[in-house]
């Protein structure tokens, strides 16, 4: 792991099309941590604070000018991480979408297509998208895993959207939000190269939501079909440096009541609740994780947004039965402090 780090970067460049962008991370011998390369052009802005010298990853900002996207903004971001490299992508608010200027004009797009190198971690934790009322909007997140073997690319991933604007009454307002997250692994024809020729190989999972707004079930509109479920969000985990959090994740899923062990002549459970138990029920969270090739994916949906933060921050965290996170979890332990920001 690095032990020490610089960051010299390139600002944005006029070279580069419109909402393009680049991080490139790299590991200089003996084990100095760089920001290779940080290119972008607008609407699409990046900002990387200086890290300290014992920091064990580095951090970028991804904002967009004005707070949000404009219908009609694309913005496509790529990113590598070389092996030894930590990287955490991250915003400072959330990622407001716009309403479609007219029926005529083009969606919103984010892409982004990481690249994670062996021996590499990556963690992506921004703050939630909030499409606006008549918003369009498509995001596309491709990750592609060079160490699929060894599981030494690793990543921590959290997608989610909440439902738009509550103070304008915008409650799933908009008129349509797809998100996809492809994992791919890739294989490395070229080991002795400098700059790595990696073919994208067999793709491992495949996550995806879809919200239409102009789709109706019978009578009830998309806010309907929510049934007062006000964010919904996916995390996706891999690699061997996330072992610890991935069982600790399952185990914790494994303890969750059961029909079987339901009282429903009290409503209650036939076993005792530790405090984070009761307090994601009484905010109204619901989540299930399931293990996918290797991949451990989890859905968190609730009624209430500072209850998601709690629960996710809890669950990535690590909390023992009295809400306290641990101080050797994995998160920490491979980034650093300060990850949680958009937990908070």
Not at 55 to 67: D, P, Q
Not at 95 to 102: A, H, L, N
Not at 187 to 208: K, S, V, W
Request: charged share 25%; with cysteine; hydrophobic share 35%.
């Amino acid at each position: 792991m690095a032990s020490s780090t610089t960051t010299p970067t390139q600002s944005s460049s006029s070279s580069i099309p419109a909402g393009d962008g680049l991080v490139h991370v790299r590991v200089l011998p003996p084990s100095k941590l760089t920001l290779h390369q940080l290119n972008y052009k607008y609407p699409l802005k990046l900002i990387s604070p200086a890290p300290s010298q014992w920091a064990k990853s580095l951090t970028v900002f991804v904002l967009s000018y004005g707070g949000g996207l404009v219908s009609g903004d694309e913005v496509n971001l790529r990113v590598v991480v070389e092996g030894e490299g930590r990287l955490c992508l991250q915003t400072q608010g959330s990622t407001k979408i716009f309403k479609e200027k007219t029926p005529t004009t083009p969606p919103t797009i984010q892409r982004m297509t990481v690249r994670i190198h062996s021996g590499a971690s990556f963690l992506l934790l921004p703050d939630p998208v909030q499409p606006f009322a008549e918003s369009n909007y498509i995001q596309h997140q491709i990750f592609e895993l060079e160490d699929t073997t060894s599981d030494t690319s690793s990543l921590v991933v959290l997608d989610w959207v909440t439902e738009g604007r509550t103070a304008r009454d915008e409650h799933w307002s908009l008129k349509r939000f797809e998100s996809r997250n492809e994992f791919f692994g890739v294989t490395n024809p070229a080991d002795n190269t400098t700059e790595r020729e990696t073919t994208r190989g067999r793709l491992l999972l495949r996550d995806a939501m879809i919200l239409d707004g102009e789709m109706l079930c019978g009578d009830e509109t998309l806010r309907d079909r929510q049934d007062s479920q006000t964010i919904f969000a996916t995390v996706v985990i891999r690699g061997k440096p996330f072992a610890q959090l991935v069982a600790y994740i399952k185990t914790r899923y494994a303890n969750e009541p059961r029909i079987g062990q339901k009282r429903w002549d009290t409503d209650d459970d036939s076993r005792r609740h530790n405090r984070i138990e009761v307090e994601a029920r009484n905010n109204g969270v619901l989540w299930a994780a399931s293990s996918v090739r290797g991949f451990l994916l989890v859905k968190v949906s609730g009624v209430e947004m500072e209850g998601v933060k709690r629960f996710v921050r809890g669950l990535l965290s690590e909390v023992n039965e009295d809400g306290v996170p641990r101080a050797d979890g994995c998160i920490t332990e491979e980034f650093g402090t300060g990850m949680f920001r958009c937990l908070e």
